[in-house]
T-cell receptor
């Protein structure tokens, strides 16, 4: 069966420090991978998605970047965190079928607090 | 472009009474629609999905939703609420034609009182 791992679960970082959140998927190959951010009362905002190694699409221009160095690894990064980067970050994967709507499966999330 | 509107930010019900969470969507093509549930500080769990098969979709934990194209709606219902149903619920659309990522509504918080 497929599983998704996301870490760390919680993180407190000072303003201006770097960020690296990691997500890995097991039990499937060539998945679509996603990073979402959730702020209170605002639902989930899609930040990045990837349909393959090295292929990253950014949905929202901002202080963050994403990379996919391996087929089942997705990393969210920042060189200098801002207070506004605080939130709940969720990694997700879906089967790579471009023309068929398919559900996504989510990790347990990372609660990031920038102080 | 596709979008989702959840009509209520907060719904309160008593245990044992029906639940109705409302969702309207906009999509250029035949959409796939989903409902997810999220308990506090947890990831999201898929409740049910519609992908152009039967318009009445049954999901886990007794939830179901009906796809109504004429009303562009996909409301979530449950005949009898349970305390464990208290959570946040998201209506989601995926544009099958473009194969884009899932687009989430802003969520509805369901409170269940005894």
């Amino acid at each position: 069966s497929q599983t998704i791992h996301q870490w760390p679960a919680t993180l407190v970082q000072p303003v201006g420090s770097p960020l690296s959140l990691e997500c890995t998927v097991e039990g499937t190959s060539n998945p679509n991978l996603y990073w979402y951010r959730q702020a209170a009362g605002r639902g989930l905002q899609l930040l990045f998605y990837s349909i393959g190694i090295g292929q990253i699409s950014s949905e929202v221009p901002q202080n963050l970047s994403a990379s996919r160095p391996q087929d089942r690894q997705f990393i969210l990064s920042s060189k200098k965190l801002l207070l506004s980067d605080s939130g709940f970050y969720l990694c997700a994967w879906s089967v790579n079928r471009v023309y068929v709507g398919t559900e996504a499966f989510f990790g347990q999330g990372t609660r990031l607090t920038v102080v | 472009a596709q979008s989702v509107t959840q009509l209520d930010s907060h719904v309160s019900v008593s245990e044992g009474t029906p639940v109705l969470l409302r969702c309207n969507y906009s999509s250029s093509y035949s959409p796939s629609l989903f409902w997810y549930v999220q308990h506090p500080n947890k990831g999201l769990q898929l409740l049910l999905k519609y992908t152009s098969a039967a318009t009445l979709v049954k999901g886990i934990n007794g939830f179901e939703a009906e796809f109504k194209k004429s009303e562009t709606s996909f409301h979530l219902t449950k005949p009898s609420a349970h305390m464990s149903d208290a959570a946040e619920y998201f209506c989601v659309v995926s544009d099958t034609q473009a194969g884009t990522a899932l687009i989430f509504g802003k969520g509805t918080t369901l409170s269940v009182s005894s």
